[in-house]
T-cell receptor, first 113, second 112 residues
């Protein structure tokens, strides 16, 4: 079984709709991250969380919100989706040890029409 | 603005050759460096991490770090068509931060 899972894997939605992307992990890591990836722009950090009570904005948090429901679950919401939020979204986790290595989920391809 | 720069490619090498991928970074205080491999439409997969100057070898992969020149590279020996992917360089900046800054990636194509 995958250590980091994301649901849904693909989603098409309309402008103005609220949508939630979910991430679950069985790695036992405390730190979780949400990224988006756009062609030519690379991976950009949206939000990150070090534990259930610690949520931090990343480089491009406008238009997004997150919820850390448990150590293993981190959700990303688009309150009112817009077409330029069409992208590939990745959840990642890392161990609180010194390695700082991040491990990615399989991704969600989101299209906003 | 902390930046990580990579040549976007595509870098084409024949099967069996050495592929050399390069990355420069702007934050001189950067401490940890990572290489990820990403196949088209898939998620990034960590293949190498390096923390101190010099070379680190893992199978056909060698990561090289030169902090004075703010330069990190990835060598892939005996390149195989299955190595064809985009390779992302990621850098952890100064102490106290757990964020990684990613380069935009270099697309590698290994020609049979």
């Amino acid at each position: 079984d995958a250590d980091v899972t994301q649901t849904p894997r693909n989603r098409i939605t309309k402008t103005g709709k609220r949508i939630m992307l979910e991430c679950s992990q069985t790695k036992g890591h405390d730190r979780m991250y949400w990224y988006r990836q756009d062609p030519g722009l690379g991976l950009r950090l949206i939000y990150y969380s070090f534990d259930v009570k610690d949520i931090n904005k990343g480089e491009i948090s406008d238009g997004y919100s997150v919820s850390r429901q448990a150590q293993a679950k981190f959700s990303l919401s688009l309150e009112s989706a817009i077409p330029n939020q069409t992208a590939l979204y990745f959840c990642a986790t890392s161990d609180p040890g010194n390695s700082y290595e991040q491990y990615f989920g399989p991704g969600t391809r989101l299209t906003v029409t | 603005q902390k930046e990580v720069e990579q040549n976007s490619g595509p870098l084409s090498v024949p099967e069996g050759a050495i592929a050399s991928l390069n990355c420069t970074y702007s934050d001189r205080g950067s401490q940890s460096f990572f290489w990820y491999r990403q196949y088209s439409g898939k998620s990034p997969e960590l293949i190498m991490s390096i923390y101190s100057n010099g070379d680190k070898e893992d199978g056909r992969f060698t990561a090289q770090l030169n902090k004075a020149s703010q330069y990190v590279s990835l060598l892939i020996r005996d390149s195989q068509p299955s190595d064809s992917a985009t390779y992302l360089c990621a850098v952890k900046n100064r102490a106290g931060s757990y964020q990684l800054t990613f380069g935009k990636g270099t697309k590698l194509s290994v020609i049979p």
